[in-house]
Structure formats: C-alpha cells, structure tokens
C-alpha cells in the first residue's frame, strides 16, 4: 500500500504537497510507470482529507504528463525523469509572502473557548449531536442576520453548512454540471476548484482580467458562444489579484446569467477584510441577486481558521438538487452560533482590519516606493495580498527564494507559465514587510531589467 504524509499546518496547499509527493515516488521508481494510483475515495479516506484535494493534485499532476487518466479505469503513473517544474519551498524563510492563513495572534482564543464552554455547559452531551440535514438551524438562522450586513437577503433554507467552501464547489458540480456542460471561470483563479469541475466532466472557458477587472468584452463573447450552464466568480477580493468587481460588471454578470439560463457560483473568503469605511465596503454579487442566480458559498477560514464551518446560500429552485453533506461537528456549530449571537464574531472583524490595515498600508507604501521601476501591481480596498506583474516575463520565484523570500507564484492559479506572483501580508510581521521587499526590488535592480 503506498503510504502519503502530508503536513495540514504546512503554508503550501495539500494538493501540491499531495501532488510533490506523488512525483517524488514516480521520479524514484517507487511508483513505477502504468501504475495505476489509489482511487479518489480511497485515498482520501486513507489521508482524512476532502475529495476535492485528491482531485486537484492527480489534475495537476495531469496538466505537468507527470501522470495521465483513462475514463473508467483510474490515473496511472507516467513515465518521467525529471521534477515537476514548480519551485518547492525551502527551509530557512525570512520572509514569507506565500502565507495566506490568518495570523495566530490574533486568534480570539478567550472568546472562542469561552463559547464553546457556555454551549457545553447549556446542553451537556447533546452539543455532539449531529445537525439535522443542512446544519444547526439556530447557526442557519444566525449566518442569515450576519448576512444581512452585506445586504444578501436568505432563508435558514436556503443554507447548508460545510466543513470547507470547496465542499461547496463540488456540490454545485455534481448538482449543475453535465458532462460537456461549460462553465467559465477567471483566469487566473483557483486550479482547485477547476480540476472538481473538470471531474465532473465540464468544459472550462477562462476569462481574463485585465487591467484590474474583469474582461467584460471577452466575459460577453465567450458566455453568449459557449452558453455555459455555470459561471465560477470571485467577485470580492479575487484570488489572487485582489479585485474587486464594480457595479457595472454585477450587473452584467447577472444579467447574462439571467438571459442564459446559467448560475453563478460565487466564493467569498476575504470579504470581511475591507480596510475603508462602511460606505466603500464591497458588497458581495448575491446581494443584487433579484432572479435568485447566485449559489454563494463563504469561508470563514481567512478571518478564524480552517476548522471553522463554512457555508453555502442556494436559490430555492436549486434545493431539491442538494443532498445533505458532510457537515463540521455540531459542537463545532453551536459553540460558533453563541460566537456570532454574543458579538464576538463582529468584535473580532472589527479587530482583525484594524490590525491587518497597519500591514496592508505598509505593504502599499513599499510596493509604491520599491517595486513601480519593476513591475505593474494591483493595489486592492481590501484582502490580504498584493498582485505583482514584472516587466520581464520570466518566473522570479527561484531567484527570490535563493535570497529566502517565498512568494506564490502565478501558475499556481494558471497552470501554466505566468510571470506574475502573488505577496500576502497575512503572517508577515509589520516591521520585516519593507525589507521584504527590498529584496526583491534589489534582485530586479541587479539584472539588466528594462
């Protein structure tokens, strides 16, 4: 039996560890060519991860010939000689940019257990229960009123709670998608959530963004040719560019969405990261969802950590395609119920962008102050990361690494050859921001860079 480990606290995802390990043993011969690999369900059982996971790493695996796929019969090892070409990270990191998950101290510990020990106390062994189908139904009832801050009106039946939003990427596939069906996504965007439509038999179109925004001329031609029964949008702080799309592009989008027939499929993890004031806070697509088009689907795991539920906001005409899913444990939901109801979780919010706003202004003024000879750059309201664009087109990822600074880069979100990369400020300390990059400002200054 092939045995994989995998490091869930490690900063790269677990479908690229997952896929690096893969390769290794292929490379090694310990996985020997036409070896056919574990199947999705069992390895997931094996590793205790989600599905979805194992689908992006044997993907991505696909996208580098490093193995292939035969419908019906499984992935099979291939036959190389070499390392996948995606720069591993090293040890002995000064300086992180890589880093997306929410920095530890500001874990609102006290308040957390504090919850949890009032739910234990108030039901005793019943706070283990399992929820009924969809969830905890006072948790349903209290994400509607936290909704209803970013004007999204819903149902507690219309929600299903999650243990992650890729969970809820999968569900809308297997609920929506065909085999052939389209569906369009940007680019670049995340390679997850591409490779669970791809099992499921889709065709994806990208869209590009250019110039900070959605391609809106492209994004027209491209859904009235394909007429794709889906359409997979970040429109709150993307992922990676930070973007943000403006009215005029949500009323296209829904518009179109409106005229084809199709959903839209929205994924929110950074939007209670705004860092102006109520008035410029960015509201998600579904709160302009009057023909109820949008699935929203919100992670918590930006703001809180991992572990937390996440949850997914349907149209009614969609719920009977909904099975009941693998939910997070009901303690886990009621202990985060009595957090929003007591304030807590507000509290934390307005806590988290006070601080990460001192981060978020010096990652500006040095991107501003280093980097403009360089390379063009995004600058977002909100989020936690930069979109840089060198000049060159050439991937400094290496370079930089040499010099111990870890960026992400950009074909991680295209799966192929881009230049840009992405810098978060998530876990990087306040002071070592500027010096950060100043290392890369310097490595771009030494070459003959025009």
Not at 115 to 143: H, I, N, Q, Y
Not at 201 to 221: K, M, Q, S
């Amino acid at each position: 039996m092939l045995m994989f480990k995998l490091d869930k606290y490690s900063e790269v995802p677990l479908y690229r560890q997952l896929a690096d390990t893969i390769a290794e043993k292929i490379i090694s011969g310990e996985i020997p060519p036409a070896c056919k690999l574990p199947t999705i369900r069992a390895l997931s059982k094996q590793l205790q991860i989600n599905n979805t996971t194992i689908v992006a790493a044997y993907k991505f695996l696909e996208q580098k010939r490093v193995v292939y796929a035969i419908r019906g019969s499984g992935t099979f090892a291939a036959k190389i000689s070499k390392p996948i070409d995606e720069v591993k990270p090293q040890l002995q990191i000064t300086h992180n940019f890589n880093d997306m998950t929410p920095d530890t101290a500001y874990f609102p510990t006290d308040k957390l257990r504090h919850a949890f020990d009032t739910v234990l106390m108030r039901d005793g062994a019943k706070a283990f229960d399992r929820p009924c189908w969809g969830g905890c139904e006072s948790l349903k009832e209290s994400l509607c009123e936290f909704l209803k801050t970013a004007h999204v009106s819903a149902s507690p039946q219309n929600i299903q709670i999650l243990n992650t939003m890729y969970q809820g990427v999968e569900m809308t596939a297997e609920a929506i998608i065909n085999h052939g069906d389209t569906v369009l996504v940007e680019s670049p965007s995340s390679q997850e959530a591409r490779a669970i439509f791809t099992s499921y038999g889709a065709r994806i179109i990208e869209v590009p963004i250019v110039n900070g925004t959605l391609d809106l001329c492209r994004f027209e031609d491209l859904a009235k040719k394909y007429q794709p029964k889906l359409f997979f949008l970040t429109p709150t702080y993307q992922n990676p560019t930070g973007m943000c799309y403006n009215d005029k592009v949500q009323e296209i989008v829904l518009g179109l969405a409106e005229v084809l027939n199709a959903y839209v499929l929205e994924a929110d993890h950074l939007s209670d990261l705004y860092y102006g004031t109520l008035d410029t806070r960015p509201f998600p697509l579904k709160a302009r969802d009057n023909n109820d088009r949008v699935i929203y689907v919100k992670s918590f795991d930006k703001v809180l950590s991992s572990g937390m539920p996440s949850f997914m906001c349907f149209p009614t005409a969609l719920s009977s395609r909904f099975s009941d899913a693998e939910q997070a444990p009901g303690y886990i939901q009621r202990g985060f119920d009595w957090y929003i109801r007591s304030g807590g979780f507000a509290e934390h919010l307005l806590f988290l962008r006070k601080q990460y706003l001192r981060r978020y202004h010096k990652m500006q003024l040095a991107v501003e102050t280093y980097l403009s000879p360089f390379a063009s750059y995004i600058i977002p309201d909100g989020g936690l990361s930069f979109w840089i664009t060198p000049h060159i087109f050439q991937d400094f990822s290496g370079k930089f690494l040499h010099r111990k600074i870890l960026v992400t880069p950009g074909k991680i979100f295209t799966g192929g050859y881009d230049s840009s990369f992405r810098i978060s400020f998530a876990n990087m300390p306040e002071e070592k921001i500027s010096e950060g990059i100043g290392v890369i400002a310097s490595i771009w200054g030494s070459m003959d860079y025009e």
